[in-house]
């Protein structure tokens, strides 16, 4: 099975677990916050506090990742009939704004620290904050990734990449307050810019995958291929054409495919043969399958071609 390919998780399981995931990530940002700005305040240190704020934006994108697993679990309706799964790229999206945001104003405030340096009063709370932070964000990013990769979710990738940014700048802030203190060297200012323009980078990258799941992205040829060979694969499929798949969420893909079989077949087997392939890719994959029945000569068939 390729990637992206089969039902990771049930549409009501992974809603819980993206859910519970978000709420996590809201009560240990928050925790953050408030440890950063107390010691960042205490010590004068302009690039602490702005990396409070940075995770007080990392609270507010978990709000929305929960808020869109939210609206993402909710059943169809009649004005809704394919369910409400795009929210939840939506929420990417929302995510990856926010990456977006935050890479700008931390390149703001490193810009204000090179023109306008404060000195720093270091002391030993402001470095336990940040190497207390530097360990969950990691834990965070790994956790993160981990749950994205079992339920295929773009929104929890997206808190997976800014909780790796989180690391980077984090540690930033630590480097240039340690060469402070042992140099008297200033160089929170230069090591906020290069962390911001790396933390944009991958913001930019991360809506224009979210946009693009949204505006209706061709399938990959790995999803295509599976299923064109999984249905070939079942006896009296001569070939298949015609394949045309739709995304409506992550767990929500509805494929339609014109499939090729005997004509001489007698009807009931040929409809028996069709309810068994769409119900294997309901239950295996999570896949809703709809198959147009072509009858042709069994001499005629295209081999799988799709």
Not at 28 to 48: D, M, P, Q
Not at 154 to 167: E, I, K, M, T, Y
Request: with cysteine; aromatic share 8%.
């Amino acid at each position: 099975m390729v990637e992206g390919v089969g039902k990771v998780a049930e549409g009501g399981t992974r809603n819980l677990v993206g859910s519970s995931a978000s709420r996590r990530g809201i009560a240990l940002n928050l925790l953050l916050v408030a440890a950063k700005l107390a010691a960042g305040i205490f010590a004068g240190s302009v690039s602490t506090v702005a990396d409070g704020f940075n995770n007080l934006t990392d609270a507010a994108g978990s709000v929305i990742t929960w808020a869109g697993f939210k609206m993402a679990g909710k059943k169809a309706d009649k004005e809704h009939p394919f369910g409400h799964g795009r929210y939840e790229y939506l929420a990417g999206l929302g995510a990856a704004v926010l990456i977006l945001l935050v890479g700008i104003e931390l390149a703001r405030s490193g810009v204000g620290e090179i023109l306008r340096p404060s000195p720093l009063k270091l002391s030993p709370l402001l470095f336990a904050v940040l190497c207390t932070s530097i360990l969950v964000k990691t834990w965070m990013a790994v956790y993160y990734g981990r749950l994205s990769r079992r339920i295929g979710s773009s929104a929890l990738r997206a808190v997976s990449f800014d909780s790796r940014n989180d690391v980077l700048a984090t540690a930033a802030v630590l480097v240039s307050a340690l060469l402070y203190h042992w140099t008297g060297l200033q160089l929170d200012g230069w090591a906020a810019i290069i962390i911001a323009l790396f933390i944009i980078n991958n913001g930019w990258g991360l809506i224009r995958e979210t946009v693009s799941q949204l505006v209706g992205e061709a399938p990959s040829p790995e999803l295509v291929d599976y299923i064109c060979d999984k249905i070939t694969g079942h006896d009296q499929v001569l070939g298949i054409h015609d394949l045309i798949v739709h995304d409506y969420g992550p767990d929500r893909r509805y494929v339609s495919a014109h499939v090729e079989m005997p004509e001489d077949e007698d009807p009931v087997v040929t409809h028996a043969i069709i309810d068994s392939i769409e119900r294997s890719f309901l239950e295996e994959d999570g896949i809703h399958l709809i198959i147009h029945y072509d009858p042709v000569p069994r001499e005629a068939g295209l081999g799988g071609g799709h």
